[in-house]
């Protein structure tokens, strides 16, 4: 086995462990257990901060947005650690991490998501997820471009 092929039996696992590990970061912290321990105040200020970024919610759908993300992110990123069903947690995480990206863009300007690579983990998400599918695909069924030397569909 050559260096680039474990890098390419690596490389996927390596994404998805980030991604979830991020994202179980994110929802610790909600919950102040980055402290040592439970904290709803900790929860109450994400709230405050979801409100922050999501300005064209009616303020009755703030809770329900927190607790919707908190739960998408813990779920994708068991899917994740776990294994089953990469293709499709990777496309929901690609696809949350940029509405996230995007909510800081318009309501705090471009530094946080810039800062906070919360594009970059979305596009990584994305390509776990184009990576998946095309382990999928089986071999037969894929062309090789020959001026590119890379297999397309």
């Keep these: 086995m050559t260096p ?11 994404a998805r462990i980030a991604i979830a590990a991020a994202f179980l970061s994110a929802v610790a912290g909600r919950f102040g257990l980055w402290t040592g321990q439970f904290r709803w105040d ?6 405050a901060r979801t409100a922050e970024l999501n300005a ?7 809770p329900m947005l927190a607790w919707s993300s908190t739960i ?12 089953v069903g990469v ?3 990777a496309f ?4 949350l991490l940029a509405w996230f ?3 800081m863009l ?11 690579s919360v594009y970059s983990a979305s596009a990584c998400a994305l390509l776990l997820a184009l990576h998946e599918q095309r382990a999928a695909t089986p071999r037969h069924d894929r062309a090789e471009s020959p001026a590119t030397n890379i297999r397309i569909r």
Excluded at 4 to 14: E, S
Excluded at 42 to 47: G, S, T, V
Excluded at 56 to 62: H, K
Excluded at 92 to 95: F, T
């Design 101 to 103: 990206a995007t909510a």
């Design 72 to 83: 998408a992110e813990t779920t994708l990123a068991l899917t994740l650690i776990a294994g």
């Design 92 to 95: 929901g995480s690609a696809a």
């Design 56 to 62: 064209w919610a009616p303020r009755f759908m703030v």
């Design 106 to 116: 318009v309501y705090t300007g471009p530094k946080p998501p810039l800062d906070y």
């Design 42 to 47: 900790a929860f109450e200020r994400f709230i």
């Design 4 to 14: 680039n092929d474990v890098l390419q039996r690596w490389a996927p696992r390596y």
């Design 87 to 89: 293709r499709w947690a």
